[in-house]
């Protein structure tokens, strides 16, 4: 795990000297996600709340009550805090381009990472996944991208959907085989950085 760490940082700061007009990730697949995170549940957004962060400013921090477990070391029925950059607090309000937002109620699809102990989305909105549930009730996910968000080098990413039986096995499998897709990553973890 330390690792991949060490690899996201690299990937980050690589990305920094991107246009300031849009947030830039690295198009990763569903098993690149699944190897940087450490957690990757669904759940229901029970609670947000605004707070302050000495480095990042304003944040939101965002409570998931998990309904389906895919990766991290949670069970059904807990609650997962995580973070996303922007949000409002005492009436200033802070946006960050191309960052999740969720709305109470809603059933979501994230990627978790951490980040110097603290919780936040893998990539932005990259991270979220809305969910969608057909007439028999099998949930599906599509990639939740937001306005802003621009995928560096171009690189193509699945949206979906993806089944949540899919969705699973892919998460599983990325456990198994450590080894990156995306050729950054990739080289970045032969270094050693």
Same mark, same amino acid.
């Given at each position: 795990?330390? @690792?991949? &760490?060490?690899? /996201?940082?690299? +990937?980050? $700061?690589?990305?920094?000297?991107?246009?300031?007009?849009? !947030?830039?990730?690295?198009?990763?697949?569903? *098993?690149?996600? $699944?190897?940087? !995170? %450490?957690?990757?549940?669904? =759940?229901?957004?029970?609670?947000?709340? =605004?707070?302050?962060?000495?480095?990042?400013?304003? *944040?939101?921090? +965002?409570?998931? %009550?998990?309904?389906?477990?895919? @990766?991290?070391?949670?069970?059904?029925?807990?609650?997962?805090?995580?973070?996303?950059? =922007?949000?409002?607090?005492?009436?200033?309000?802070?946006?960050?381009?191309?960052?999740?937002?969720?709305?109470?109620? %809603?059933? $979501?699809?994230?990627?978790?990472?951490? #980040?110097?102990? &603290?919780?936040?989305?893998?990539?932005?909105?990259? =991270?979220? /996944?809305? #969910?969608?549930?057909?007439?028999?009730?099998?949930? !599906?996910?599509?990639?939740?991208?937001?306005?802003?968000?621009?995928?560096?080098?171009?690189?193509?990413?699945?949206?979906?959907?993806?089944?949540?039986?899919?969705?699973?096995? &892919? #998460?599983?499998?990325?456990?198994?085989?450590?080894?990156?897709?995306?050729?950054?990553?990739?080289?970045?973890?032969?270094?050693?950085?």
């Amino acid at each position: 795990m330390r @690792k991949h &760490r060490i690899v /996201w940082g690299t +990937v980050v $700061a690589v990305l920094a000297v991107t246009a300031a007009a849009a !947030s830039t990730v690295i198009g990763l697949s569903v *098993e690149d996600q $699944a190897r940087l !995170s %450490q957690l990757v549940v669904v =759940g229901h957004v029970v609670q947000q709340r =605004g707070v302050e962060h000495p480095t990042n400013g304003i *944040e939101t921090e +965002v409570t998931l %009550q998990v309904t389906d477990v895919l @990766k991290g070391d949670v069970r059904r029925g807990d609650r997962v805090v995580f973070h996303t950059r =922007g949000g409002e607090l005492d009436g200033e309000i802070s946006e960050a381009v191309g960052e999740a937002t969720f709305r109470n109620g %809603q059933r $979501a699809l994230v990627f978790v990472e951490s #980040v110097e102990g &603290r919780s936040y989305l893998l990539g932005l909105s990259m =991270g979220a /996944w809305d #969910v969608q549930e057909n007439r028999s009730g099998n949930a !599906s996910f599509r990639r939740a991208l937001r306005d802003g968000l621009e995928i560096f080098g171009g690189d193509e990413v699945e949206m979906g959907p993806i089944s949540l039986r899919d969705m699973r096995a &892919r #998460v599983s499998w990325s456990e198994r085989r450590a080894e990156f897709d995306h050729p950054m990553l990739r080289d970045a973890a032969i270094r050693g950085r």
